[in-house]
């Protein structure tokens, strides 16, 4: 081994180092405390008992009211990211042909939201969709609506809250990958006589997989790491996992917390997973 060589070796690990140790201190370290924790039973003056234990991940998978928490999860999951997939790439589509300019501050008046905290946006929501709020007071004086209707503590008001909060990081995602799409391959699909609908599939769908699989990843994680709206929103029955882990918490069953915090984890891992191998980066193929 040449001593060029061995310097870049030792120059690739100098730049490797930092990264890697605050990766160990501030990530694997406080999971593998968070997983111990979790192989503990319960203790009323202590952090967690003595005893090694699973029975904190066996009342999880076997336990029906633990299941339902963990179904409806997925449930809002799944619904904030297919409400995010579709209105974010209508939105996207349109924003991508314009110019860099006009694009840009479209993008800047979307991403405004996002400089007010989501405490503030759910109390906006709280204010809009309440017995008293503007869109009951609105439907009201037009005729449409008799009495008000009753829209908080529901998952509608959950769902659709989310969406609008998570709904700019899809659009960013989905948009730079369209307007890096050259024109010349859809031209090409054109020539070939394919309608707008088989190049829209066969061209302009694959080569923006990469930006939809981003906005998906983002859109997913902070959907179930989302707490606020769901407390405020959705009121004391609406559960969800990430509710359900500050309630055990804060009722000093830390290692129920931390088992319940490993079940998300590993629902976030498999999710994520799916997303990309179902939009892994794909080849513009043409059919012979």
């Known amino acids: 081994m040449t001593k060029l060589v061995m310097t870049r070796r030792l120059a690739?690990?100098?730049?490797?180092?930092?990264?890697?140790?605050?990766?160990?201190?501030?990530?694997?370290?406080?999971?593998?405390?968070?997983f111990w924790v979790s192989?503990?039973?319960?203790?009323?003056?202590?952090?967690?008992?003595?005893?090694?234990t699973a029975e904190n991940y066996i009342a999880i998978i076997s336990d029906s009211f633990?299941?339902?928490?963990?179904?409806?999860?997925?449930?809002a999951g799944a619904t904030i990211l297919a409400l995010c997939l579709v209105f974010g790439y209508a939105t996207a589509y349109v924003l991508a042909p314009l110019s860099p300019r006009a694009r840009l501050w479209l993008l800047l008046l979307l991403s405004l939201p996002?400089?007010?905290?989501?405490?503030?946006?759910?109390?906006?929501?709280?204010?809009?969709?309440?017995?008293?709020?503007?869109?009951?007071?609105?439907?009201q004086k037009a005729g449409a609506i008799d009495a008000p209707l009753v829209m908080l503590n529901t998952f509608q008001a959950v769902a659709f809250a989310l969406m609008t909060i998570m709904l700019p990081y899809m659009v960013i995602s989905i948009c730079n990958a369209l307007a890096t799409i050259d024109s010349y391959y859809r031209e090409a699909a054109q020539s070939?006589?394919?309608?707008?609908?088989?190049?829209?599939?066969?061209?302009?769908?694959?080569?923006s997989s990469p930006g939809v699989a981003s906005g998906m990843l983002l859109v997913f994680l902070m959907s179930l790491?989302?707490?606020?709206?769901?407390?405020?929103?959705g009121g004391p029955r609406m559960?969800?996992?990430?509710?359900?882990?500050?309630?055990?918490a804060a009722t000093f069953r830390w290692p129920l917390a931390a088992a319940m915090s490993f079940v998300l984890l590993a629902i976030a891992l498999v999710v994520c997973a799916l997303i990309l191998m179902v939009l892994r980066p794909q080849r513009v193929q043409g059919r012979g």
Not at 39 to 52: K, P, R, T, V, W
Not at 66 to 75: A, C, D, K, P, S
Not at 192 to 207: D, E, G, I, K, Y
Not at 225 to 233: D, F, N, R, T
């Open 12 to 34: 690739s690990f100098a730049l490797l180092a930092p990264p890697l140790f605050v990766s160990i201190i501030f990530f694997i370290v406080p999971l593998g405390l968070l």
């Open 39 to 52: 192989i503990h039973g319960s203790s009323s003056s202590e952090l967690y008992s003595d005893q090694i």
């Open 66 to 75: 633990y299941l339902t928490i963990v179904q409806r999860t997925l449930g």
């Open 114 to 139: 996002l400089l007010v905290s989501n405490v503030v946006r759910a109390y906006g929501w709280l204010t809009l969709l309440g017995r008293q709020g503007l869109v009951n007071v609105v439907l």
């Open 192 to 207: 070939l006589r394919a309608n707008p609908f088989q190049t829209f599939v066969h061209v302009t769908w694959p080569l």
């Open 225 to 233: 790491s989302a707490y606020v709206a769901i407390v405020l929103l």
């Open 239 to 248: 559960k969800l996992l990430v509710s359900l882990i500050f309630d055990s």
